[in-house]
């Protein structure tokens, strides 16, 4: 169970789109449409931004949108504001009920 | 609203034991898996442990598996995380999240508690 690979970082200006990439293999994210992105800021408990795949859970601005390609699913935050600021975490179902969550990629408002 | 609050965290020495809890509120319970999730100080993080709706299924990461155990009272509305043979790298953050949807076991996780630090320290 290795941790899915994302980029440590990400950054843009205020108003650009930030695109993090979430790469895993066929026996978890090209496997299965069980991908979901979690906002983590610090001292605040990781929040559910996307699931299965490109759903946005009641709440979650539309600015976050998501999608997959083979064994690779990708998060875009559109029109960045200050409060993005903070960790991206991908998910994925792994086979036998068992799940990973990617590396981690911290994104930076400029 | 929907809440889950976890304690039970604190100092142990490696190899002690600690027994987490998680206390649900706000939702209809027993419809639901609950997944404990740990952040070692400075990482990412990291899937530990579910168990479903009913107590019928549970899994573990390798690394815990056969030191931890997680259950569940549905009467009392908690799950409990025991954590035995505890080793310095078992030292962080752990949260539980209930699974978004009922009786499914799909890995979406919405609501997160606000999490209860362990500390595994001679």
């Known amino acids: 169970q290795s941790a899915l690979t994302q980029p440590p970082s990400a950054s843009g200006s205020p108003g650009q789109s930030v695109t993090i990439s979430c790469t895993g293999t066929?026996?978890?994210?090209?496997?299965?449409?069980?991908v979901a992105w979690y906002q983590h800021r610090p001292g605040t408990a990781p929040k559910l931004i996307i699931y299965?795949?490109?759903r946005r859970p009641s709440g979650v601005s539309d600015r976050f949108s998501g999608s997959k390609s083979g064994n690779t699913a990708s998060l875009t935050v559109s029109g960045l504001q200050a409060e993005d600021e903070g960790d991206y975490y991908c998910?994925?179902?792994?086979?036998?009920?068992?799940?990973?969550f990617g590396s981690g990629t911290r994104v930076t408002v400029l | 609203q929907v809440q889950l609050v976890e304690s039970g965290g604190g100092v142990v020495q490696p190899g002690g034991s600690l027994r987490l809890s998680c206390a649900a509120s706000?939702?209809?319970?027993?419809?639901?898996?609950i997944h404990w999730v740990r952040q070692a100080p400075g990482k990412g993080l990291e899937w530990l442990s579910f168990?479903?709706?009913?107590?019928?299924?549970?899994n573990y990461v390798e690394s815990v598996q056969g030191r931890f155990t997680i259950s569940r009272d549905n009467s009392k509305n908690t799950v409990y995380l025991q954590m035995n043979s505890l080793r310095v790298d078992d030292t962080g953050v752990y949260y539980c999240?209930?699974?978004?949807?009922?009786?499914?076991?799909?890995?979406?996780?919405?609501?997160w508690g606000q999490g209860t630090l362990v500390t595994v320290s001679s």
């Open positions: 999240a209930r699974e978004l949807g009922r009786r499914t076991k799909q890995g979406f996780l919405d609501p």
């Open positions: 706000g939702f209809i319970f027993n419809n639901h898996a």
């Open positions: 168990i479903h709706f009913d107590g019928s299924e549970t």
């Open positions: 066929s026996s978890d994210i090209g496997g299965f449409n069980y």
């Open positions: 299965e795949v490109t």
């Open positions: 998910s994925s179902y792994e086979n036998n009920n068992k799940y990973v």
